[in-house]
């Protein structure tokens, strides 16, 4: 990374990350003369009583004006019109008939493990069916989307009246998913079959490292799921490029922005943080 020495985002010497009691997760700044943007990387969902929102990102919140994010939610009634028009399948096939008989037979397994009906994503496409059955072990080992960190962090800039921006729509960020190649969202969707049985586990030990500000072990976890060259370049370097842009262009207007995006997109070669260091901006870690 750009931003921090390799010492500053590695795991302690004595053995493996454990959950702190307070979770201080990292930070980092851009500034010149007149404009500061604070960068944040998020878990989009945690468990109840987790203390994040405290010491060195209360204070850059603070002492901003407004907050962006990677996507403002619409009202639930315009997101499941949203998502119908792009995850229903429009070729006919049923989702499992898409699917290799050993890959089908695995996947029909997942979902009674899951208690769901092996029928259930039938209508929908790859992409829609591996981020729900992605979800469904995590919500039931106790965590919420309503807890994750850009609930809190929407929550206290409507408090202070802040302005606050998406990067995407939600029509280009679910688009991002539904415009991959078929192939690719089966592959996808076999790699979640494939390690559904480890998703709380790993999810923990995510938040670990996030809570930890260990910055390049959690960047290999969050980002495990895309070895295929499309996927990684769609969801994550395509985007951070395009994050990097709003950013240049931002940096020529004066004032102070907290921008959180998901931990991921801060971590590797690719980060957000290597993009804007290209274009000459600097991102600093902030150590607290």
């Given at each position: 990374?750009?931003?921090?020495?390799?010492?500053?985002?590695?795991?302690?010497?004595?053995?493996?990350?454990?959950?702190?009691?307070?979770?201080?997760?990292?930070?980092?700044?851009?500034?010149?003369?007149?404009?500061?943007?604070?960068?944040?990387?998020?878990?989009?969902?945690?468990?109840?009583?987790?203390?994040?929102?405290?010491?060195?990102?209360?204070?850059?919140?603070?002492?901003?004006?407004?907050?962006?994010?990677?996507?403002?939610?619409?009202?639930?009634?315009?997101?499941?019109?949203?998502?119908?028009?792009?995850?229903?399948?429009?070729?006919?096939?049923?989702?499992?008939?898409?699917?290799?008989?050993?890959d089908r037979a695995a996947y029909e397994?997942?979902?009674?493990?899951?208690?769901?009906?092996?029928?259930?994503?039938?209508?929908?496409?790859?992409?829609?069916?591996?981020?729900?059955?992605?979800?469904?072990?995590?919500?039931?080992?106790?965590?919420?989307?309503?807890?994750?960190?850009?609930?809190?962090?929407?929550?206290?800039?409507?408090?202070?009246?802040?302005?606050?921006?998406?990067?995407?729509?939600?029509?280009?960020?679910?688009?991002?998913?539904?415009?991959?190649?078929?192939?690719?969202?089966?592959?996808?969707?076999?790699?979640?079959?494939?390690?559904?049985?480890?998703?709380?586990?790993?999810?923990?030990?995510?938040?670990?490292?996030?809570?930890?500000?260990?910055?390049?072990?959690?960047?290999?976890?969050?980002?495990?799921?895309?070895?295929?060259?499309?996927?990684?370049?769609?969801?994550?370097?395509?985007?951070?490029?395009?994050?990097?842009?709003?950013?240049?262009?931002?940096?020529?207007?004066?004032?102070?922005?907290?921008?959180?995006?998901?931990?991921?997109?801060?971590?590797?070669?690719?980060?957000?943080?290597?993009?804007?260091?290209?274009?000459?901006?600097?991102?600093?870690?902030?150590?607290?």
């Open positions: 990374m750009a931003s921090a020495p390799a010492d500053a985002v590695t795991r302690p010497a004595e053995g493996p990350a454990t959950m702190p009691e307070d979770a201080d997760p990292a930070l980092w700044v851009i500034r010149d003369e007149d404009t500061t943007i604070y960068l944040f990387g998020t878990v989009h969902i945690l468990k109840p009583g987790m203390t994040w929102f405290d010491e060195a990102v209360k204070d850059s919140f603070d002492a901003s004006e407004e907050l962006v994010i990677e996507m403002i939610k619409p009202d639930p009634a315009e997101m499941m019109k949203i998502v119908n028009e792009l995850a229903i399948d429009k070729t006919g096939v049923s989702l499992r008939d898409k699917l290799t008989e050993e397994a997942a979902l009674t493990r899951l208690n769901l009906p092996v029928a259930a994503f039938d209508p929908l496409d790859p992409w829609f069916a591996s981020v729900n059955i992605s979800l469904i072990p995590l919500m039931r080992s106790g965590y919420a989307a309503d807890q994750g960190a850009e609930t809190e962090l929407l929550a206290q800039a409507a408090a202070r009246q802040m302005t606050i921006t998406g990067l995407e729509t939600p029509e280009q960020q679910l688009g991002f998913f539904d415009n991959l190649p078929e192939e690719v969202q089966i592959n996808f969707l076999n790699f979640t079959v494939a390690t559904i049985d480890e998703a709380a586990e790993g999810m923990d030990q995510m938040v670990i490292e996030w809570a930890n500000a260990n910055v390049d072990a959690l960047g290999e976890l969050m980002n495990a799921g895309l070895e295929d060259r499309i996927l990684y370049e769609t969801l994550l370097v395509n985007r951070n490029i395009t994050w990097a842009d709003w950013v240049e262009q931002r940096m020529e207007q004066p004032g102070t922005i907290f921008l959180a995006v998901g931990a991921g997109h801060l971590a590797g070669d690719s980060s957000l943080q290597a993009i804007l260091a290209q274009k000459g901006l600097v991102a600093e870690r902030i150590e607290y």
